[in-house]
């Protein structure tokens, strides 16, 4: 599952991520600040080594509440020091006392109440602090940070989401071959881990001709810093300028993520993109069922604000990321990194 291809070639430096929680920090950005007032009470919380789902079931409990009433932007991780936003849903009712949420691993940051449910994904991007230890062999780790924060990383989505030695590929795949999973959750992990598994493909078979900084006949090309995409044809033209939004980084090189509809690429790009999912018509065919649509995700992702700090076999990381995106796609450029049971996500 982890066969990817290496954008800046494989790293030939070992080394470890998250021997400690205080080695992964996330601090979440929404990217707006809550207004004040209405029925919706958020609160910004510290966690170290908790999970996400605990948490809101103490904040649920705290507020007399079902779970589902408690919401957040994006899960975390467990094993790390995060900063994260929660939403709990009180319409008519005063403020709770969450004070005895608090321990030595959970800190309340901030409550303020705001007049819009926090939904899933509703988030601008994530501040990350990352510190890689035990580091082993050679490697020019400043060289390859630069071109990494030139060029980017394969914007792939983590290991986490394939589940333990890819066990949600295996799951989606007996759904789609009929099945029945009742919990609706399962359901979704599963059609996720499917539709992230193709993305991947496409990315690394992409990659791997030496094609992930050319823009092809056909490509589908997003806008910077939106989902907006448009497919380059006699419409939209290969001419010198859209090669210089290309270069200028106005617009983005995409892949698939797959479902109902017509295929956005055409030509080349199309060509590319079928033929690297050519041997997964059963999932193709099991999202197409589950309803899901076509849509894109940017191929490469560049990590704003990097910078770092080497000390003899430690490297300290900070970098900010749009939501939805894995700070391990980051990290598996720099280290082949030692596995330890503290590698698992949530």
Known sequence: MNNWHYFHGEPTVSGRLKATPEDFIVREDLGFAPSGEG?????????????????????????????????????????????????????????????????????ILAIARHNKKLKTGALRGNWFELTLSELEGNDDLPARLAAISEHGVPNYFGEQRFGHNGGNIAQASAM?????????????????????YLFNL????????????????GDCVMLAGSQSFFTINDDNPLDEVMR???????????????GRGRLPAEGEAAELELAALAEQEALRAG??????????RALLLKPEQLSWQQHENRLTLSFWLPAGTYATSLVRELIKEKVSHENSGE
């Open 202 to 217: 496409v990315v690394s078979q992409r990659l791997a001709q030496g094609k992930g900084e050319q823009l092809l006949n």
């Open 39 to 107: 029925e919706h009470i958020f609160l910004h919380i510290r966690k170290r080594g908790q999970n996400t789902q605990w948490v809101a079931r103490d904040l649920a409990r705290l507020a007399g509440i079902a779970q589902r009433d408690v919401t957040w932007a994006g899960l975390k991780d467990r094993h790390a020091v995060t900063e994260q936003w929660f939403g709990v849903h009180l319409p008519g009712k005063e403020m709770p006392d969450f004070s005895p949420l608090e321990n030595e691993d959970v800190q």
């Open 287 to 296: 999202l197409e069922a589950n309803g899901l649509k076509q849509e894109r």
């Open 176 to 196: 789609f071959g009929g099945k029945r999973i009742k919990d609706r959750n399962k359901r979704s992990m599963y059609l996720s881990a499917a539709r992230s």
């Open 244 to 258: 210089e939004r290309f270069v200028s980084g106005d617009i983005r090189l995409s892949a698939p993520l797959w």
